[in-house]
């Protein structure tokens, strides 16, 4: 028994532990013995100590593959500062220079370094191949190793160069370590790394602490988020968008709503990248707005949330992204914005890909609409998906248990399904299934002659929504599985086969449906009228403010501004910024009377104000927009410019005007001068000066035909930049 004593004893030496978590230390004895080893352990499970520890207790270094610079540089300073000596844990990787190369080598050499973290990329040069190759290794650890397969939610082709590396620098144990795999996954990596015979350890995936909630994602996301951040206040959390744009965006509201917030993506560069990280780790910063890039090198154990702004590529993605909240077992809420649009967004990202991994893509989105639109239990749906069954009706911790749907009887649907897959030989994927059973003559079922089937449209009577949770349900259920070689064809488990014989009651509930949310126009603050008193009293200051300045009235505010003023009520010059066409150049220039007005209206009236949460946004600065100012201020044509953008000379013309009417001053008459007579310049300038309206259309009718709309357009960006701003 000194065996088992010692092992807890050098775990309490080396990392201050009393005790192992789960099969830590079954894991552990497995490296030791040398043999090749599998572990699936989700986040915040311990995953690193399964390799750190027998690193320091067996002779040699082991070499630890991992595609996070991030992470590496972490965990090496954990461990050497756990270390009398420095150098026990080392990296090698793109960051170094040549002499902390030189440095690293030389503490290998010298019996130093246990623990030596590579890049995938790293590990491939001939260099470090050939000086590997000199050193003895205790063993290999592969870390995220999801990467090697394509059915994974992060795969990397260089993942699968490993084990020929391997197999070129010297043969040693292998411990594969990863978060997330299906059984698709977990056979797919072991194919790969050569280790189809190793010891398999799979801990449970339920993180009961976890509570998940799927949300529409409407007009108000920006609103919602900040709401809930405010209900939360000091905690920490991340926020996941798609794109590095979104990412910059949402970070620049958060901020400008008082919220300690910052942006982290991989478009960063890696001084502010690290900064960004400890600063989040030292509570200088309370929210993270991240693509996926973030997150994976973050050992934080009280992120209370993770908000997922678009919904994830994948299933997987998503469980290792809300696993980086509540590691501690303390309270983590998981909150993801879901609209159909997303999804559509994300499968034309797929387009030009090769057809086997546009296909792969497609079925992982499914598998997340599915999660997303079922309100089956979410705790139920995600272990079922990574293979494990959740025996409990209620999880009490997401939001389909708390709030649960009616119950329907489908007894009647499951039969019709079971007897379609078995008609069309179990060879067919969902949406193959439920165009067969709806008799939906599509090319694919023509093709395949399968609408001469008896059962061909043997559901065409009952409600299509139905067929969706009846398929994924009958799937927890166990009436049916997906094979795992062709990864989603429907198959009839012999459960399925037994309910044919002998039907029994097969309550499901219905889907959630997602309504897209498509009112566009609608003000900040939206479904609030519009207060006529107010709007007829700022028309008419307007009118004084615009004679006093000797300008027409649509100089000083436009119309669509006045409208928004008079429905949401803006009373600081903060708030007017918030008010479509008005930038802060105007806010100050004009805005104070009107907030003025405003206010003592509201007083007056006894007007409550729709105060319940006022976002503040930020003049969206978006690249086109700061391209063009530049491009102007540098005198290029405008042609030119439309061209280097790649939009055409209108659209060009609307981003100018947008750019005069929010308040930015340009000058134009470089351009002018090029183009266009002087006397026509003068002709419509004095027309816009005179004229109470700055509609185009009436300007074309009243200069007549002697005169582009172009022409008009650009003149009167001339006059508004000089007049208004």
């Known amino acids: 028994m000194t065996k088992e004593v010692n092992l807890t004893l050098k775990l309490k030496q080396y990392f201050g532990f009393d005790k192992f978590k789960g099969d830590q230390e079954a894991i552990i004895r497995n490296v030791l013995d040398g043999k090749d080893t599998f572990v699936l352990m989700p986040t915040g499970g311990g995953k690193s100590l399964c390799y750190q520890l027998p690193s320091l207790l067996m002779d040699g270094t082991a070499i630890v ?8 540089k972490n965990q090496v300073d954990v461990i050497n500062g756990m270390s009398e000596v420095n150098g026990v844990a080392h990296y090698l990787n793109s960051s170094l220079n040549k002499a902390a190369i030189d440095q690293v080598k030389s503490d290998i050499l010298s019996g130093i370094t246990k623990l030596l973290y590579v890049a995938p990329e790293s590990l491939t040069k001939d260099e470090n191949v050939d000086f590997l ?23 990397r082709p260089e993942y699968r ?52 909630e799927v949300r529409p994602k409407t007009k108000d996301i920006d609103k919602q988020i900040i709401r809930f951040i405010k209900q ?82 994948s299933l997987e993605g998503y469980y290792q ?37 546009q296909d792969i893509g497609r079925q992982l989105l499914q598998e997340t609409a599915a999660y997303a639109e079922s309100s089956v239990c979410r705790r139920k749906m995600l272990l079922h998906y990574f293979g494990e069954e959740y025996h409990k009706e209620n999880c009490g911790n997401c939001d389909n248990c708390l709030h649960p749907k009616t119950k329907i009887e489908a007894q009647q649907a499951l039969e019709i399904v079971l007897r379609a897959i078995l008609a069309i030989k179990e060879n ?47 799937l927890i259920a166990g009436y049916l599985k997906k094979d795992v070689e062709n990864y989603g064809l429907l198959k009839v488990t012999p459960a399925g086969k037994k309910f044919l014989k002998n039907p029994v009651s097969f309550m499901i509930v219905e889907d959630v449906e997602f309504k897209d949310d498509d009112d566009e126009g609608n003000v900040e603050g939206g479904g609030m009228v519009l207060d006529p008193t107010l709007h007829a009293m700022l028309k008419d200051l307007r009118k004084k403010v615009a004679q006093k300045q000797k300008v027409p009235p649509y100089v000083v505010f436009q119309d669509v501004s006045l409208e928004q003023m008079a429905t949401v009520y803006p009373v600081t010059i903060e708030e007017l910024q918030n008010i479509q066409g008005v930038g802060a150049g105007k806010a100050r220039r004009y805005g104070k009377d009107f907030v003025e007005l405003i206010k003592k209206h509201c007083e007056e009236n006894e007007i409550e104000r729709p105060e319940e949460l006022r976002v503040r946004t930020v003049a969206k600065k978006s690249m086109l927009k700061v391209k063009i100012i530049q491009s102007i201020d540098r005198k290029v044509a405008l042609d030119d410019i439309a061209n280097a953008q790649g939009i055409d000379f209108d659209e060009l013309l609307d981003e ?36 109470d309206t700055d509609n185009l259309d009436d300007a074309m009718e009243e200069l007549g035909e002697d005169y582009s709309e172009d022409e008009v357009r650009l003149v009167r960006i001339k006059f508004l930049s000089e007049m208004a701003n």
């Not at 190759?133 to 795969?155: L, M, N, T, V």
């Not at 809420?333 to 057809?355: N, S």
């Not at 001053?665 to 004095?686: G, S, T």
């Open 133 to 155: 190759r000199s050193i003895k290794i205790s063993f290999y650890a592969i870390d995220e190793a999801h990467c090697i397969s394509e059915w994974g939610h992060d795969f």
């Open 65 to 72: 593959i991992s595609p996070l610079i991030a992470l590496m």
């Open 321 to 357: 992204e809300t696993g980086r909240a509540g590691r501690d077992g303390g309270e983590g809420k998981c909150i993801t914005f879901y609209a159909y649009k997303d999804l559509q967004k994300l499968e034309k990202f797929m387009e030009g890909k090769p057809v086997a991994e």
């Open 232 to 313: 939360n206040p000091g905690k920490s959390g991340i926020i996941y968008c798609l794109s590095r744009k979104k990412v910059e965006e949402l970070a620049a509201i958060l901020q400008a709503n008082e919220i300690k917030a910052a942006p982290y993506h991989a478009g960063l560069d890696s001084v502010t990248r690290s900064q960004t990280q400890d600063d989040f780790l030292m509570e200088e910063i309370d929210v993270i707005v991240a693509t996926i890039a973030f997150g994976m090198g973050i050992d934080k154990p009280d992120v209370r949330f993770v908000i997922h702004y678009d919904i994830p590529k």
């Open 428 to 474: 067919f994927r969902t949406d193959y299934v439920i165009d067969f059973v709806k008799g939906k003559e599509s090319n694919e079922i023509l093709a395949h002659k399968h609408q001469e089937l008896e059962e061909f449209g043997s559901g065409e009577d009952e409600d299509e929504k139905l067929w969706n949770p009846v398929i994924r349900q009958a």
């Open 656 to 691: 100018v005007e947008a750019i005069v009417y929010s308040g930015t001053k340009l000058n134009i008459d470089y351009f002018l001068e090029e183009v266009m007579d002087e006397d026509h310049v003068d002709d419509i300038y004095d027309y816009f000066m005179e004229s």
């Open 161 to 212: 160069r490993i084990r020929p590396i391997i197999n070129e620098i010297g043969k040693a144990p292998v411990i594969a370590l990863t978060a997330t795999a299906t059984d698709k996954v977990r056979t797919d990596i072991k194919k790969n790394l050569g280790i189809l015979d190793a010891t398999e350890f799979k801990s449970s995936f339920n993180r009961p602490n976890l509570y998940y």
